[in-house]
């Protein structure tokens, strides 16, 4: 390992995006067998938490027996405002507890892929892997730290200031005053508003806005690194995980990694788009293929009976597998450049050995 010095950390923008694509590619079966349990617990969570939710909003439990899970989606989408209104305890403990599980299940396999692209140390063979221990807590603690600080001293105050900025300009605008425009004539009475133009507020609020979401991207960059290197922290190590990845971040390195980001985001978008448009439409239509052959054809109905709706049904459950499978892949190629691009950002700090 080399001493710390933050004069010498540069990150290479052409290495970072080949390590991070390269390591997706070229690690996938690693990578989804790491992941594919984690994840799937992820998904069931999500898939339980609006019959949670139902069961909270009426009093009584709600499964799915009792109402389909994009019924109850919709439901609760029109329900978030009342959920919250009546239950904001329990729906902010609801929300953390969320939160807090899935970041753990990342991490049960973002850190062994991490350790391994950063320090080569091999992650377990195992099938299905599902660790906890310091170094996720770690990972997750590093996480909380530099999300919530940057809620909460960048964003949140913008957000309190555009209240008040509100409220102010709505008192000033709904309070009426009496003037004279004559002098010598009460009669002349006029009733007029405290405010007639509220622009510049408007001003003055998209201000605070752009400065605050420019604020947020640029901490959000100078601290990206920061779970990156609580992951992978061994015991001998020396270095400070916020203090690592202010100094890797610095001057142009900032603008680098900001680079590098945008390129694997769209590159992300191309593959969800080809996903999406070409190859799960590609599959929807040989599935009604399918069905249509299987349904005109004489032969088949012969063999199969005279009642398709079970061919219909099975179709459909064979769809439903199809998606899942696709979009799970499509997960861990994601968590794949993620692993790839952290492990690249803390070998190019010098802080590890290559």
Not at 35 to 64: D, E, K, R
Not at 85 to 91: A, I, L, P, R, S
Not at 211 to 232: E, I, K
Not at 233 to 256: P, Q
Request: aromatic letters at 12%; proline letters at 3%; glycine letters at 8%.
């Amino acid at each position: 390992m080399q001493e710390w010095g933050p004069g010498r950390m540069r990150i290479n923008f052409y290495r970072s995006v080949t390590d991070a694509w390269g390591f997706a590619v070229h690690r996938f079966s690693l990578i989804a067998r790491l992941a594919w349990f984690p994840v799937l617990l992820i998904i069931m969570m999500s898939l339980l938490l609006p019959y949670v939710l139902l069961t909270i909003l009426n009093g009584q439990v709600v499964t799915i027996t009792d109402i389909s899970l994009a019924d109850a989606a919709t439901a609760i989408a029109k329900n978030q405002a009342l959920l919250w209104e009546q239950h904001f305890g329990t729906m902010l403990a609801l929300n953390v507890l969320s939160y807090v599980f899935s970041t753990l299940m990342y991490a049960s396999f973002l850190v062994p892929l991490i350790r391994y692209t950063a320090r080569g140390i091999e992650p377990s063979h195992r099938s299905v892997v599902l660790h906890i221990g310091p170094r996720h807590f770690k990972f997750l603690g590093a996480t909380l730290l530099t999300v919530g600080s940057i809620f909460l001293l960048l964003w949140m105050p913008v957000m309190i200031s555009t209240f008040f900025i509100d409220s102010h300009v709505a008192d000033a605008m709904n309070t009426k005053y009496a003037v004279f425009p004559d002098a010598d004539s009460l009669h002349s009475v006029e009733i007029v508003s405290g405010l007639e133009s509220a622009l510049g507020f408007a001003l003055l609020k998209g201000v605070l806005r752009i400065v605050a979401v420019v604020s947020v991207l640029y901490f959000s960059l100078r601290f990206f690194a920061v779970p990156f290197f609580a992951g992978v922290r061994e015991k001998g190590d020396s270095y400070h995980s916020i203090k690592a990845s202010w100094a890797l971040t610095r001057s142009w390195n900032a603008a680098k990694l900001a680079c590098g980001l945008l390129v694997l985001g769209i590159a992300i978008l191309i593959v969800t788009y080809l996903l999406n448009v070409y190859v799960l439409t590609l599959t929807a239509t040989a599935l009604q293929t399918m069905y249509a052959l299987a349904f005109s054809s004489t032969g088949v109905m012969g063999t199969l009976g005279q009642d398709m709706a079970w061919v219909l049904d099975l179709i459909e459950w064979i769809w439903v597998v199809i998606r899942v499978v696709l979009n799970l892949t499509f997960l861990c190629f994601v968590f794949g450049i993620i692993a790839g691009l952290g492990g690249s950002l803390v070998r190019q700090s010098g802080l590890v050995g290559d």
